[in-house]
């Protein structure tokens, strides 16, 4: 009877522990993260950033530029400003879907409005120099040019030498003061500064300065047009690039529109086309 009682107990007991490790496996399944909604999860390791240049889109700037500084910006006989600034920044513009506000003010004025934030960018064949860097973001380089050193027609002007100790004239603030700077002690030059590339070149076939510094493409476009009596003597032997300005650490998707508009018309030939309109006709 004891053996049939112990037997009993001992099957309950094994019944029991087989019992409970069951329902421990059970409760351990349960446990298991269910993976069926997983793929729920975003995932965004697909998606790439619009690029910088593509914020540009569908915005307005308003852009200073100069008033006489052919063939990058005049106006023509019909009375609109055109030039080789005009068009490619045009040009781009239309590519990279932005708009262009002129604001015509000339040079000088120019880089005060954009200083005093009034201007949004500056196009106006405006070197790219490490002082210059200190204020402002400039594009790419889309022209680059040295400086020429014109007197009038007649003048018997051959060389710089013979300019010794006569009165030049540059326009403030351009690579062409700053050469003649560069010159003045050497050469006991007087200098006079403008503001404008027309008075300027009034100066010289008035004789009120003997010479004028001015980017060299610019004084030959506008004596090939015959619209000043001047001729070249010297040419500078460095050369400076242009760019397209904005204020130091604003408006950064606009340079970025510019520089792969630029791209791409260099790419395709229409920059050429650009150029080739004014210098191939000179």
């Not at 008033?67 to 990279?96: R, W």
């Amino acid at each position: 009877m004891k053996k049939v009682i112990a037997l009993t107990l001992a099957l309950v007991f094994c019944l029991a522990l087989f019992a409970g490790c069951g329902q421990k496996a059970e409760n351990e399944v349960t446990d298991v993260p269910d993976t069926e909604n997983v793929t729920d999860i975003p995932n965004n390791g697909d998606e790439t950033e619009p690029a910088l240049y593509e914020q540009a889109e569908g915005k307005t700037y308003t852009v200073g530029t100069d008033t006489t500084f052919a063939p990058f910006e005049f106006e023509d006989d019909n009375g609109n400003h055109t030039g080789i600034d005009i068009q490619l920044l045009e040009g781009i513009a239309e590519e990279m879907g932005f708009e262009v506000e002129w604001s015509i003010l000339g040079f000088t004025a120019s880089v005060t409005a954009l200083e005093a934030g009034q201007v949004d960018a500056m196009i106006a064949g405006m070197s790219i120099t490490d002082e210059r860097e200190q204020k402002y973001d400039f594009s790419d380089s889309y022209y680059s040019t040295t400086t020429g050193v014109a007197v009038k027609a007649d003048a018997d002007f051959d060389s710089l030498e013979d300019l010794r100790g006569q009165t030049v004239v540059a326009k403030t603030g351009t690579e062409g003061a700053k050469y003649a700077e560069s010159i003045m002690d050497e050469y006991e030059l007087e200098l006079i500064y403008v503001d404008e590339s027309a008075i300027m070149y009034t100066y010289v076939e008035s004789s009120q300065a003997m010479a004028c510094f001015e980017d060299y493409p610019v004084i030959q476009y506008e004596i090939a047009r015959g619209n000043v009596g001047c001729k070249v003597i010297h040419q500078s032997e460095a050369s400076t690039p242009y760019g397209f300005a904005v204020l130091r650490d604003n408006n950064p998707e606009l340079i970025a529109a510019f520089n792969e508009g630029l791209k791409r018309f260099k790419e395709d030939g229409r920059y050429d086309e650009i150029l080739n309109t004014y210098f191939e006709e000179n």
